[in-house]
């Protein structure tokens, strides 16, 4: 079930939040968790069992590192291993099998295999409950419902934000819902939605009309377009759902970490990752990087350490060699950047010209990196790119269309928006436009929520007229 599809909207959402808002507080927890089974079940019914296994694995793991402390990293591990046999099973299995037969030559039929939707998330937020219970950065969940709910609970179940479970553990256990969470959630999911429905949606119909094309079949400015919207339609379709999840944990009472903080006006890659998917980079960061040594066991580890964790990070999103070129991609990066120690040489550039020269550097490269990202093969993206630098022979019998017919008055619209809303200009309009006069307080946020409300409506109407509404990281 989609958080921008008519049936969520219209009647899975209100129904919850109906009886959530009207229930007593002890019962707040117990709706959620079955609102949340509901939520799964509705799309992938016979996946659910895999999700309760999950559950389960880590609700004994975790038991099992209480009770038996002199074994506790055996158990750890054991634990560890049986969460990534879920993953690796459902997601790059078939991949294994692929380039098995490619190495040796061998025959061995690929399986029937659908990967349960938020496999990677619901996986990763497991980890990272057992993980903390090991380090002793959180006391055991002996309510097995408590825990269910943590790792099935529906507003972040499918596509994030990871959330760990030390950062939500006392919301668990204990949290209020008032009007001032319920209304700024649903502020919230309305501008996730209209960033998903308005934006998203529409630079994507203008990025899949120009990949759906061989590279050979346009022209460089093109293959820049396409390659730009696509970056648009990744951002806003991505941070909108994150937005979306974030509003609906307020409505609930859950207060959950920001995911994404204008990673388009980032000067290097590395300030990109802290401003991209921060609940996946910090995950890595914590759990990966961390017990890897991070940095402080000299340069050679670092630069090692570095390259693992992107290529992890490559193969979390996706079991295809494309995303493993993207991971290597920004880690190679990321590492050359720590070599010229990047951090110390940021604060130096105070010249404009130094700063654009960076943006442009840091856009380039993560540029290219989505159009790899967005390609259906390694084969498909080294093409694409090469046409974006002129360095691919047009096919003379395909028709080549002109520029202006990717994209209509309302694509052309929405694409200057979209660019603009990358930036934090209307979050800086807000915070000059804030005073201490009360009246002048209340016009301004009368006009926001008459916003909000036209944008919604908008939205709304969108959806019902509309059948294209994909999202993206359902894939992954």
């Known amino acids: 079930m989609l958080f921008s599809s008519m049936t969520f909207i219209s009647i899975f959402l209100p129904i919850v939040c109906g009886i959530y808002l009207f229930a007593k507080k002890e019962l707040h927890n117990m709706i959620l968790l079955i609102a949340s089974i509901i939520f799964y079940a509705w799309g992938e019914p016979r996946y659910l069992a895999i999700m309760l296994l999950t559950i389960l694995v880590n609700y004994f793991g975790s038991l099992g590192i209480e009770k038996f402390n002199n074994h506790k990293k055996l158990i750890l591990i054991s634990t560890i291993i049986a969460n990534l046999s879920f993953l690796i099973y459902f997601k790059y299995f078939n991949f294994i099998i692929d ?3 490619h190495i040796f030559h061998a025959h061995i039929s690929a399986l029937d295999i659908v990967m349960p939707i938020g496999i990677s998330f619901y996986t990763f937020q497991a980890l990272s409950y057992v993980i903390d219970v090991y380090r002793g950065e959180c006391e055991v969940q002996k309510d097995i419902y408590k825990l269910a709910l943590y790792i099935c609970l529906f507003p972040q179940l499918i596509a994030g934000p990871i959330v760990k ?3 939500v553990a006392e919301q668990i256990e204990n949290r209020d819902v008032n009007f001032e969470k319920v209304t700024y959630g649903v502020k919230r999911f309305i501008i996730g939605l209209s960033k998903k429905v308005l934006i998203a949606n529409t630079m994507g119909l203008v990025a899949d009309k120009i990949f759906s094309q061989t590279p050979d079949a346009f022209s460089t400015p093109v293959a820049w377009l396409g390659a730009i919207c696509y970056s648009l339609q990744l951002f806003f379709d991505f941070s909108g759902y994150s937005d979306m999840a974030i509003g609906l944990g307020s409505i609930f009472g859950f207060k959950f970490l920001e995911n994404f903080n204008y990673p388009y006006i980032s000067k290097s ?9 921060i609940s996946l980079s910090t995950w890595f960061k914590q759990y990966v990087y961390i017990s890897l040594g991070g940095n402080r066991r000299g340069k050679y580890l670092t630069v ?3 390259g693992i964790v992107f290529l992890l990070t490559g193969i979390w999103h ?10 290597i991609w920004h880690g190679a990066f990321i590492i050359l950047e720590k ?13 404009i010209w130094q700063k654009i020269c960076m943006h442009i550097y840091c856009v380039f490269v993560f540029v290219i990196g989505w159009v790899m990202f967005r390609a259906d093969s390694m084969s ?10 002129g360095l691919t022979k047009l096919n003379t019998e395909i028709h080549n269309y002109a520029l202006s017919y990717y994209g209509d008055t309302w694509e052309i619209l929405i694409f200057f928006v979209a660019i603009l809303c990358c930036t934090p200009i209307f979050s800086k309009i807000k915070l000059y436009t ?6 002048k307080e209340k016009v301004i946020g009368g006009l926001v929520n008459v916003w909000l409300i036209f944008i919604f409506i908008i939205s709304f109407a969108s959806i019902a007229a509309s059948t294209y509404n994909p999202f993206i990281y359902f894939r992954f």
């Open 99 to 101: 380039n098995c037969n």
């Open 165 to 167: 479970y030390h950062d």
């Open 269 to 277: 890659i590395t300030e990109f990752w802290r401003r991209w998917h």
């Open 304 to 306: 090692r350490n570095l």
């Open 318 to 327: 996706g079991a295809a060699w494309n995303f493993v070129f993207w991971g």
């Open 339 to 351: 070599l010229i120690n990047i951090k110390e040489l940021e604060p130096k550039l105070n010249q």
């Open 380 to 389: 498909y993206g080294w093409k694409y790119i090469l046409n974006m630098f």
């Open 434 to 439: 804030q005073t201490n006069e009360s009246t």
